[in-house]
């Protein structure tokens, strides 16, 4: 079974609009981590959000929340009043428990319209 | 600003040419650095995890001959794809997890090398 699950290949926002980019994960780890990275077109991938497994509240980092949904195994990624600058990839990802290693899912190609 | 420097940013080469890619850790200590492959519009697939002054553990199906792999020193990693050929062509990417890490550390990644085979 795949960890991790994006099931949006595509999505398109309009500009000042919110947007929620799904994922759901798989695991039977109490601890785990999940992680949210953007990847433009240029190719690196930039880090935006992280949650825990043990967090009891959703993460935020400025214009990016996690809707994390523990008993779904869900964590999608809402960006709130989308800019041009948000078009690009996104990758969800988790950690099992201590573990280094990251599993990635599909990703989602976000295009913001004018 | 980047913590991970990867080098070079693009390769164009002939088939048969061995290139290697340097990934290094910027201002702390990687113990461990993956390698990942990424075909266009598809998700990284993780080729190998590096472990300083050790050897690789590469996935599934990923030949150790063909991508040779060297972490000698805790901020250098290098991967080396010997011998390629056109269907080695890809977007290469490294990231690593700085040596003291809470569960809340994220992989940082480099930029990333796109490597051309003719």
């Known amino acids: 079974a795949q960890k991790i699950t994006q099931t949006q290949p595509g999505m398109f926002v309009q500009e000042k609009e919110a947007v929620t980019l799904d994922c759901t994960y798989d695991?039977?780890?109490?601890?785990?981590?999940l992680f949210w990275y953007k990847q433009p077109s240029s190719g690196e991938m930039i880090f935006l959000i992280y949650q825990g497994s043990y967090d009891e509240q959703n993460a935020t980092e400025g214009r990016y929340s996690l809707n994390f949904q523990k008993a779904r195994k869900s964590a999608n990624l809402v960006i709130s009043a989308s800019q041009l600058g948000d078009s690009a990839m996104y990758f969800c990802?988790?950690?099992?428990?201590?573990?280094?290693?990251?599993?990635f899912g599909s990703g989602t190609k976000l295009n913001v319209k004018p | 600003g980047a913590v991970v420097s990867q080098h070079p940013s693009r390769v164009i080469c002939k088939s048969g040419t061995s290139v290697k890619i340097e990934c290094r850790s910027l201002?702390?200590?990687?113990?461990?650095m993956f390698w990942y492959r990424q075909f266009p519009k598809q998700s990284l697939m993780l080729m190998a995890t590096?472990?300083?002054?050790?050897?690789?553990?590469?996935e599934q199906g990923v030949e150790k001959d063909k991508f040779l792999i060297n972490h000698a020193s805790l901020t250098l990693s290098t991967l080396t794809v010997t011998s390629a050929h056109p269907e080695d062509s890809s977007f290469y990417i490294c990231?690593?997890?700085?040596?003291?890490?809470?569960?809340?550390?994220?992989?940082?990644f480099g930029d990333g090398t796109r490597l051309s085979i003719l």
């Open positions: 990231s690593a997890r700085w040596k003291t890490t809470g569960k809340s550390q994220p992989q940082h």
């Open positions: 695991t039977s780890d109490q601890s785990y981590g």
């Open positions: 201002d702390f200590q990687a113990t461990t």
């Open positions: 990802a988790m950690r099992e428990g201590n573990f280094n290693k990251f599993y």
């Open positions: 590096s472990n300083e002054g050790s050897k690789a553990t590469y």
